[in-house]
């Protein structure tokens, strides 16, 4: 069952955080999933719901979502499955809700590709809180209007031997073809590359690309420098565009 909640135009005193962007809520508990959805439309979101997981990978190539917030546990295709297959088109933020803690564990080592975490039963503002961190960094591409300095200021582009990042643009080329990040891996990439002297811990990184509130399992961090790897055609031996700093975290490599 879908039910496309329309967006409120007439009451709405102020723009929302939301405004302009899509969320798609993918629970089959109709009642939290209101919940949430009222929440994500009062900011100012255009929400999608559905409860079934084989329609929310539909509805994902339809809506093109901003955010995902995916129930783990669905009739039809469970959240694993629906994360991966939304994978393989879309970079939305996905947010991996599971019912029990040590399920986040799991849902790490199998490096679905979630961006983040909640367990229930949790707070609908806190998830909000949380989905507004993410958003807030990147910009979306395909709106310059919402980055007015982009026309005006000077392209700045990073050069690690073969790997060129253009963090204004949000590009990423190696040996002059475009490599398709997710938004996540772009951040990491990004702040790695920003400072390509430092070695950053997770906590530091988790801070920079996810929200200083976030509090969890800091091997996310590991499973989406992985991620970002295999695209540079790195790994952690050689180490070449990102380098495993032991006992620390991580640092930009030279691309040598
Ligand atoms: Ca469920």
Known sequence: MTTPIP??????????????????VVEDETQLAELVASYLERDGFEVTVTGNGAEAVGLARQVDPDVILLDLGLP??????VCRQVRT??????????ARTDEVD?????????DDYVTKPFSPREVLARIQAMLR??????????RP????APR???VFGDLVVDPLGRDVWLSGEPVALTRTEFELLATLSAQPRMAFSRRQLIDAVWDEAWVGDEHLVDVHIGHLRRKLGDDAITGRYVRTIRGVGYRMGTGR
Do not use: W
């Open 149 to 152: 300095d982009a026309a005006a």
């Open 106 to 114: 799991t849902l790490i080592g199998l490096s679905v590709g979630a």
């Open 7 to 24: 967006s409120q135009t007439s009451t709405a005193a102020h723009v929302g955080f939301g405004a302009g962007l899509r969320a798609l």
């Open 76 to 81: 039809g295709l469970d959240g694993v499955e």
């Open 89 to 98: 088109f879309s970079d939305a933020y996905v947010v991996m809700v599971t």
């Open 156 to 158: 700045e582009h990073r």
């Open 137 to 146: 960094r990147p910009r979306p591409l395909h709106e310059p209007s919402q």
